[in-house]
């Protein structure tokens, strides 16, 4: 069965400082995978997907990046962290069908 | 303009009775999915509706679909205490290439 994971669970960070955070998936192949980000009580936003190796599309400018430097692994970085980057960070995946899978998520908090 | 607005924002209802949910979007769509999250947690598909489909159902779950007033509900019957969570519309537009759009979510709470 697949599985996906994302680390670390949660995560406190000062301002200026840089950013990763790590998703894999387990038992599937050449997934496409997606980056959201959730602000409190809101809905969730797409910020990068990938449906292959190296391929990243970014769907609203900001300070953060996205790598995908393996078939089932998915960065999420940032070099020099903001207040507003903090919330919570979900990585999903989808076989090329509509229905996506999501990992349990990264609180972050910039302070 | 946000695609997948649901209403209420926040229900609040007994055990045993029967919890709806809307939600509107404004483009053409391949499907309409409503998936649930328990707080702090991860979503979890619930439901996906096709474009052409009208009503669904999946256990204790109904979702309706109307394309020509870009309307969707969800209907959960008998709701238990356990069914305390948000849930989110997500739309499938039709030029979106996979992508899915999110509402801002209903937050059910569920009193025993």
């Known amino acids: 069965s697949q599985t996906i994971h994302q680390w670390p669970a949660t995560l406190v960070q000062p301002v200026g400082s840089p950013l990763s955070l790590e998703c894999t998936v387990e038992?599937?192949?050449?997934?496409?995978l997606y980056w959201y980000r959730q602000a409190a009580g809101r809905g969730l936003q797409l910020l990068f997907y990938s449906v292959g190796i190296g391929q990243i599309s970014s769907e609203v400018p900001q300070n953060l990046s996205a790598s995908r430097p393996q078939d089932r692994q998915f960065i999420l970085s940032s070099k020099k962290l903001l207040l507003s980057d903090s919330g919570f960070y979900l990585c999903?995946?989808?076989?090329?069908?509509?229905?996506?899978?999501f990992g349990p998520g990264t609180r972050l908090t910039v302070l | 303009s946000q695609q997948g607005e649901e209403d209420p924002q926040a229900l609040s209802i007994q055990e045993g009775e029967n919890a709806t949910m809307n939600c509107s979007y404004k483009?053409?769509?391949?499907?309409l999915q409503w998936y649930r999250q328990n707080s702090g947690r991860g979503l979890v598909h619930l439901i996906l509706i096709r474009s052409n489909e009208r009503e669904k159902h999946s256990g204790r779950l109904r979702v309706t679909l109307d394309t020509s007033k870009k309307s969707s509900s969800l209907l959960i019957t008998a709701s238990r205490a356990a069914d305390t969570a948000s849930y989110f519309c997500a739309t499938d537009p039709e030029t979106s290439g996979s992508r899915l759009t999110f509402g801002e979510g209903t937050q059910l709470t569920v009193n025993p």
């Open positions: 038992g599937t192949s050449n997934p496409n």
């Open positions: 483009t053409s769509i391949n499907n």
């Open positions: 999903a995946w989808s076989s090329g069908a509509p229905r996506q899978f």
